[in-house]
T-cell receptor
Framework: GAVVSQHPSRVICKSGTSVKIECRSLDFQATTMFWYRQFPKKSLMLMATSNEGSKATYEQGVEKDKFLINHASLTLSTLTVTSAHPEDSSFYIC????????????FGPGTRLLVL | EDQVTQSPEALRLQEGESSSLNCSYTVSGLRGLFWYRQDPGKGPEFLFTLYSAGEEKEKERLKATLTKKESFLHITAPKPEDSATYLCAVQATSTGNQFYFGTGTSLTVIP
């Protein structure tokens, strides 16, 4: 299957700082990537849809000025958590859409963010 | 309102004890139903996609089936390494082709 990587896998930062998370499709091109957030023992919550070369589409309740998404190439999307606060601590997962006869999403390994 | 519900929330099986996980959905215009496996602290790993009622997919000890209202993930003679959370997701035309995830079933297989 398709491989998606995320970097970093784990990050600890101070409150008020910004953190950038990278999502890369390693062996295919992805015009569409998704960013999810997952709380402990909860399901995946879609935050935004990232389209290459255009603005991201944010889900209701997600602050676009706080969670900046850039999809500058067909293999890279970035999520920047600006002015992070402890409540932003979570597990962030990206996925990339693979189109074709059988469309599906392949997920990255996730990034654990802890804001102190 | 569109909804994806998984049951049970948690399941403990003895090694070799077969069982099934359920994913029921209420969406309009189903485009696909997806099963993923997620290990703690990891991203979901794709297992199957089902597109139409009556379709079945198999992979090792796992078999996924689909009806017009629900999907089952059958686990035959499970092993401890099958322990994980199994997530179901639905993609529907009525929701702009977004993926909606269930809350998952946490499976523990005891040696």
């Amino acid at each position: 299957g398709a491989v998606v990587s995320q970097h970093p896998s784990r990050v600890i930062c101070k409150s008020g700082t910004s953190v950038k998370i990278e999502c890369r499709s390693l062996d295919f091109q992805a015009t569409t990537m998704f960013w999810y957030r997952q709380f402990p023992k909860k399901s995946l919550m879609l935050m935004a849809t990232s389209n290459e070369g255009s603005k991201a589409t944010y889900e209701q309740g997600v602050e676009k000025d706080k969670f900046l998404i850039n999809h500058a190439s067909l293999t890279l999307s970035t999520l920047t958590v600006t002015s992070a606060h402890p409540e932003d601590s979570s597990f962030y997962i990206c996925s990339a859409r693979v189109n074709g006869p059988q469309e599906t999403q392949y997920f990255g390994p996730g990034t654990r963010l802890l804001v102190l | 309102e569109d909804q994806v519900t998984q049951s049970p929330e948690a399941l403990r099986l003895q090694e070799g004890e077969s069982s099934s996980l359920n994913c029921s959905y209420t969406v309009s215009g189903l485009r696909g139903l997806f099963w993923y496996r997620q290990d703690p602290g990891k991203g979901p790993e794709f297992l199957f996609t089902l597109y139409s009622a009556g379709e079945e997919k198999e992979k090792e000890r796992l078999k996924a089936t689909l009806t017009k209202k629900e999907s089952f993930l059958h686990i035959t003679a499970p092993k401890p390494e099958d322990s994980a959370t199994y997530l179901c997701a639905v993609q529907a035309t009525s929701t702009g082709n977004q993926f909606y995830f269930g809350t998952g079933t946490s499976l523990t297989v005891i040696p």
